[in-house]
């Protein structure tokens, strides 16, 4: 069985999941659609692409997609899934799911009609080794009860491996009504990895977002309002105790990159970087542990990051079990999507919220 796979959206697609397929089998790529059909075009050219649409809703209803991907901007998301789901289309949808908590539970009661169809969120950090590789070590009790999970981004890379600059021109990504901002794009994957590895939903949320960056010139040399959030930070209590924090930057240009440390009773979990995770076990003192996981992608894809590498396995795990086989992993469904988008709602809220 091959899966017909149709992508909404010509930027992240062409940069990154379109060059996945050659390592996820029984795919083929068939359709491509964009708002700018020059870039639909352009794109179907690039990768040979048979079917070019103006409008997602048309691809999501053609004779000739099984599988519809989802990675336009956020703004648009409910309205394609939705209509996808309709079409009796399978749904890999990017984050953040929605604009709001109101279109996720609209775009999960669309996927809750149709149980015959997976409707999954890009979450692609739970098929990450190390990530991956700590859950199974928080499961297994290894650092004991998780007491509290602290994660940061620092600084925010652009697709060149350059920290975000001040001067980087104007684009949806900077507008907060197309889902634009750093909480949406890296937040929402940092909330659902605290879901991912301690199997607890979020309690309560406190948070707040920034803009230090106020105004940008776009292609046109025109000056435009900055609305999205460039700065971030969160604090949550899971249902089993844990509290958690975040920190996320698209203004600051030095820094670890990306650092995560999980606390136990009986030890910690340190994640640096991409590539490595080290345990250390309480009482300190000594050398951490190197547990980090191996990457048979590694230097394969393109781009050559654990995003793209990650991307790949969560789609060969889709297209496994669209072929009737159990996952691999544990993906994450539209109603894990519409869970994140709740907190996310409480910390744009910027004071505290109790979520039921």
């Known amino acids: 069985m091959t899966v017909r796979i149709g992508f909404i959206g010509s930027g992240f697609a062409r940069r990154v999941q379109l060059p996945a397929l050659p390592f996820v089998p029984e795919t083929r790529a068939t359709a491509i659609a964009s708002g700018r059909r020059a870039n639909a075009e352009a794109v179907a050219r690039e990768f040979g692409l048979p079917h070019v649409f103006d409008d997602g809703v048309e691809l999501a209803r053609s004779a000739d997609v099984d599988l519809v991907v989802v990675s336009s901007t956020p703004d648009s998301h409910a309205r394609y899934a939705i209509a996808a789901l309709e079409a009796g289309k399978h749904v890999l949808c990017e984050k953040p799911m929605a604009l709001d908590a109101y279109e996720a539970a609209q775009m999960l009661a669309a996927a809750e009609r149709r149980p015959d169809r997976f409707a999954w969120v890009d979450h692609e950090l739970r098929y990450e080794p190390n990530r991956r590789r700590a859950r199974e070590l928080i499961r297994s009790g290894a650092i004991g009860d998780v007491r509290h999970i602290e994660l940061s981004l620092k600084p925010y890379l652009r697709g060149d491996g350059r920290p975000q600059a001040s001067d980087a021109p104007w684009t949806w990504w900077f507008d907060t009504a197309r889902g634009g901002g750093i909480l949406g794009a890296v937040g929402s994957h940092l909330i659902d990895l605290c879901r991912y590895w301690t199997g607890s939903e979020v309690t309560y949320v406190a948070g707040l977002v920034e803009t230090f960056v106020t105004e940008r010139t776009d292609g046109s040399g025109v000056k435009r309002p900055v609305t999205a959030d460039d700065f971030t930070s969160g604090v949550w209590r899971m249902a089993s105790g844990a509290v958690a924090t975040i920190t996320l930057s698209t203004v600051a240009q030095h820094g670890p990159g990306h650092l995560g440390q999980v606390t136990g009773s009986e ?45 790949v396995r969560l789609l060969r795990d889709m297209v496994r079990v669209i072929g009737g086989a159990a996952p691999e992993g544990e993906p994450a469904a539209f109603r894990d999507g519409w869970q994140v988008q709740r907190v996310l709602d409480a910390i744009r809220g910027g004071r505290g919220v109790r979520l039921d």
């Not at 781009?303 to 793209?308: E, G, I, R, S, V």
């Open 267 to 311: 030890g910690t979990l340190l994640l640096t970087g991409e590539t490595k995770l080290e345990l250390g076990k309480a009482g300190g003192g000594g050398p951490l542990e190197d547990v980090s996981a191996p990457d048979d992608l590694w230097e394969k894809t393109k781009p050559n990051n654990m995003w793209a590498r990650s991307f």
